[in-house]
């Protein structure tokens, strides 16, 4: 380029920022040309084809005008059936919307008038088809086809598509609500999944029921693919399902087929309940319990009442009798069972009682379960339980799929059993083997484990499935062991594993932490509406970093099935969580302190006189805040007592109350004695009075005291105070909130009262004149206040309702749930409010009810080398002679009366359950001085006083005489 100066050699720069565009614009003008062209020849083309089509339509119409006035003219004339189809069929495809429509009553002459050939049948039914798709009345058209139907049968598929035409009657269905579309679509005798989503979703006011129809539905449901087609139906529309299909079939017992409902009940992973008008949400409820339960759907009472046919005895001994002679499809039968225990909880108790009653299930079930390799394998397996993949492997296996469905039905059936069957019941009655039980429990102790390990360790979706057999298994295992409790039936040794350890310090530091954290989020409502107790210390799956898979599973272990760990273990982690939570109130009570200078420590005035009285006016209202120290200044009738509360006075006032309080004399009389035992239980007074109405402002007050009892028990737990006070196991079953749901049963009716019991027990085996000669009836006497009043078992029939050979065992069960249950519920309800509010209800779930009274009370052995090497001297040294002939008396006197000594002083006649190092304030030994005196004791501190004897003859004849008489208890 040339510039003005004439120089061609410089270069000449544009320091500017403008570009020529010609280049640019050149390209996107030819692109923008190409798009116009192509545009312009696909209008072209388009334009052509609509041209073509409406050409071709103008005929059609034109020739369908034609076929029209042909047809009207020789309708009734001898014109050919085929050609007068062809022309029909002609009309409904290319003529205009309602065409058909006049037409409709001169087919219904033709098709009542004449016979049909198979090629001019299909081309009507094809033709009335298309007519359905265009007119605007579509009955017309409905009532021919019905009329072909019945006349000339169903269409052959070779030339109809059923499905199609199901699911275009169910729209027009949908339009008019007609009961006639519901008959045509059983007259198309139809075989195809569009037929059963029409029964899925048709009211059932428009079904009834007849022998076609039955086998109609039947074959439906049998057919290849039926179970993944119904499983990808709404939950809403299984139900509508199943209640249509019992609606068919007219509970007609005969026609039960388990292999066809299985194809409905496979699919139903939920259970169902009624829901009533005043129900906040009647749709869906999930179960409350966990994420991973089963969800509950609410359906009405209506529906609830056809399903409940399945559980009739008619269906069920029909259902049973398929099973034991070999059903055709064994999976889908068995499935159908186990469907039907879960499906509705409230009828599961029905179909274990029929189950039970069934000559010879209980054994093919067992005969079943036990001959698959995945029993077996489970049984015998090393390390205490199966790795996840090995589960894995019997899950995926189609060799061992009906496996876990007989598991779950027996696992229902044995559970039943263990709550119905008296101990004592002879083997000629009883339906379960002794020895087939202890080889189940053998299988059951690794199956638990397994699942549990499993479940935590694995998210794989194919083990999902298992999740509710964990919980009938947990729940069985739980039975079985507290079975075993009064019948040692498995030895002693059956619940120590062998290769699974517990670390017991490593898990007590993590629950620590989570407890920890728990209590930093109680403010936080969303932070805890996971929490549960019948999960306990494994319920924070989430909430923990460092919580690894197995520890999770060991923390389940010890929260769901604690007694796989060592009692004492168990003990180590109570007394832990008590130490945490006492340090965290202490930090909270001097943060208070040090900033609000407000001192939380409780304290009251008690008088000697009315010790119960005052303590129940100074403390029943503090709740939680009962957790606190206290400190208590004693009157006597010259005024206060000196001295400062150290801990020995609050031990006084706890062990005074209880002493008073539960007392069968005291004046409310809150709590009775059973007659063989001694044990202690809620005065069953106070439920038969509330029940009468008897005094209710008087009740109201014993319970407000039932509930501070429960308060002061909480508190001599959390501060590790011994009493000596012993309750009742049925009571102490109570307190295990994980198993709130198993009431106490026939059996523990013997620790209440043996009589009973066995009178009870003594109907089982009586006839039916003997039982009818007794004139019993659904009622029960009681004795208040030395008048016999009545209450119904049975309301509100139970007075009209005799006892029979048929309800004994109802009647049995009605007597024992009365006493154990319904006439304590209240009173324990109460009394486990106040313990609650000073123990963690799941800190007290890892105990049965033995260990329990243990805990409050102590162990039953007394280690005379723990005790000695846990004792502080006062004025002795370890190797001074009354001292050393102190413990040589001790080690030669008898069990009793070593335990007499130790009540002497410290109130309580066991050992602290951790040895004497556990005892607070430590034993302790003071020297008295002089010899002429006789052993004192200060119990509120543990401490015996002992004068410096130096003869081991009168040391063994004091101590003893002192012992004995229960003399010599000083206040330090």
């Not at 309708?75 to 037409?103: E, M, S, W």
């Not at 004046?667 to 001694?678: C, D, M, P, S, V």
Request: charged share 25%; proline share 3%; net charge negative.
């Amino acid at each position: 380029m040339l510039n003005f100066s004439g120089s061609t050699k410089r270069r000449v720069v544009n320091l500017g920022d403008r570009r020529n565009p010609r280049g640019k614009n050149f390209l996107e003008q030819a692109k923008l040309d190409r798009l116009q062209r192509e545009e312009a020849r696909q209008k072209e083309k388009a334009a052509q084809v609509l041209a073509t089509y409406i050409r071709r339509r103008l005929e059609l119409l034109a020739y369908s005008n034609e076929f029209l006035q042909e047809w009207e003219v020789n309708v009734n004339g001898d014109y050919f059936n085929y050609t007068l189809a062809c022309r029909f069929h002609f009309i409904a495809k290319f003529g205009q919307r309602d065409d058909t429509l006049p037409l409709m009553s001169s087919l219904r002459h033709i098709f009542t008038t004449r016979s049909l050939d198979s090629e001019s049948y299909s081309i009507y039914f094809q033709a009335l088809v298309k007519s359905l798709m265009k007119v605007s009345d579509p009955m017309p058209v409905i009532d021919c086809l019905s009329l072909l139907c019945q006349k000339f049968g169903p269409p052959s598929s070779r030339y109809t598509k059923t499905g199609d035409l199901i699911s275009l009657l169910y729209q027009v269905f949908i339009q008019t609500e007609d009961q006639k579309i519901v008959d045509l679509v059983f007259d198309l005798h139809p075989q195809c999944h569009e037929f059963l989503h029409f029964l899925a979703n048709v009211p059932r006011n428009y079904l009834s029921s007849s022998d076609e129809k039955i086998e109609i539905v039947h074959t439906a449901l049998v057919q290849d693919g039926v179970s993944d087609f119904i499983s990808h139906l709404t939950d809403h529309q299984k139900i509508n399902l199943l209640v249509n299909v019992l609606i068919v079939d007219n509970d007609k017992s005969s026609t039960f087929d388990l292999t066809a409902y299985a194809s409905i009940l496979t699919s139903m992973n939920f259970s169902i309940q009624a829901y009533t008008d005043t129900d906040e949400d009647h749709l869906v409820k999930e179960a409350s319990e966990s994420s991973e339960r089963v969800k509950t759907i609410e359906v009405s009472t209506e529906d609830l009442k056809i399903i409940q046919t399945l559980y009739s005895p008619s269906y069920m001994n029909h259902a049973f009798r398929q099973l034991i002679n070999g059903a055709s499809n064994l999976p889908s039968a068995v499935h159908s069972i186990s469907s039907l225990l879960w499906l509705v909880p409230e009828y599961s108790t029905r179909v274990c009682m029929m189950m039970s009653i069934t000559s010879g299930l209980q054994e093919w079930l067992f005969t079943q379960l036990s001959s698959l390799q995945a029993y077996d394998h489970i049984k015998f397996c090393e390390n205490d339980r199966l790795s996840t993949s090995e589960i894995l492997e019997l899950v995926l296996s189609p060799t061992q799929e009906v496996f876990w469905d007989l598991l779950y039905i027996y696992e229902q059936l044995l559970s039943y059993w263990v709550i119905v069957a008296n101990d004592f019941e002879n083997a000629s009655s009883n339906p379960f083997d002794l020895a087939q039980i202890v080889d189940f429990c053998h299988f059951l102790r690794p199956l638990c484990l397994t699942l549990i390990f499993c479940l935590n360790e694995s998210t794989d979706i194919s083990l999902h499935g298992l999740t509710q057999l964990k919980e009938s298994s947990l729940s069985l295992l739980n039975q079985l062991y507290i079975k075993n409790l009064r019948s040692n039936y498995l030895g002693k040794d059956f619940w120590k594993l062998k290769s699974i350890s517990f670390e017991i310090n490593a898990m007590i530091q993590v629950i620590i932490e989570e407890e920890s954290s728990k209590r930093n989020q109680d403010s936080d409502s969303s932070e805890n509406e996971n929490w549960d107790p019948t999960v306990g210390f494994s319920k924070y799956k989430k909430s923990s970093r460092r919580r690894t898979a197995e520890m999770t599973s060991k923390l389940e272990i010890l929260s769901r099935v604690p007694f796989f760990i060592d009692f004492f273990d168990r003990v180590k982690v109570f007394q832990s969580l008590l130490k945490a939570d006492q340090n965290s109130i202490l930090s909270r009570s001097e943060t208070v302190m040090f900033y609000e200078g407000i001192n939380d420590k409780l304290t009251a005035d008690i008088h000697r006189e009315t010790i119960m009285e005052d303590a129940y006016e100074q403390f029943h209202k503090v709740g939680s805040n009962f957790k606190n120290k206290i400190q208590v200044t004693f009157y006597n009738e010259h005024g206060p007592e000196a001295g400062i509360d150290g801990g020995g006075l609050t031990k006084e006032l706890l062990t005074n109350v209880v002493s008073e309080g539960f007392d069968p004399k005291f004046g409310l009389h809150l709590f009775k004695e059973t007659e063989a035992n001694n044990e202690l239980y809620p005065n069953d007074d106070i439920y038969l009075k509330i029940a009468k109405r008897i005094d209710l402002p008087k009740q109201q007050q014993r319970l407000n005291y039932v509930k501070f009892l429960g308060m002061i028990v909480g508190k001599c737990l959390y501060e590790s105070v011994l009493i000596d006070i012993g309750f009742a196991p049925f009571f102490l079953a109570k307190w295990k909130v994980a198993q709130s749901s198993q009431n106490c049963s026939i059996n523990d009716l013997s620790y209440l009262d043996r009589q009973l019991y066995l009178n009870l027990s003594k109907l089982l085996t009586m006839s039916a004149d003997d039982i009818n000669a007794l004139d019993l009836t659904f009622v029960i006497d009681e004795n208040v206040d030395s008048k016999i009043l009545q209450y119904d078992l049975a309301p509100p029939y139970g007075a009209m309702t005799s006892v029979s050979k048929s309800n004994r065992l109802q009647y049995i069960h009605s007597v024992a749930n009365f006493k154990l249950n319904k006439s304590l519920h209240v009173q324990t309800k109460y009394f486990l409010e106040g313990l609650f509010e000073i123990i963690d209800a799941e800190w007290l779930n890892i105990f049965d009810p033995f260990e329990l009274q243990m805990l409050i009370s102590g162990g039953n052995d007394i280690d005379v080398q723990d005790w000695k090497d846990n004792v502080h001297y006062g004025g002795y040294f370890d190797d001074d002679l009354t001292i050393v002939l102190f413990w040589e008396v001790v080690e030669e006197m008898s069990p009793q009366e070593r335990c007499d000594l130790i009540k002497f002083v410290t109130s309580v006649s066991r050992a602290p359950l951790l040895g004497f190092k556990a005892l607070t304030p430590h034993f302790g030994i003071h020297n008295s001085g002089s010899p002429d005196r006789l052993p004192t004791a200060s119990t509120c501190v543990n401490l015996l006083k002992l004068p410096d004897y130096k003869d081991k003859t009168l040391i063994r004849e004091k101590l003893l005489y002192a012992s004995k008489a229960n003399s010599g208890f000083d206040l330090s």
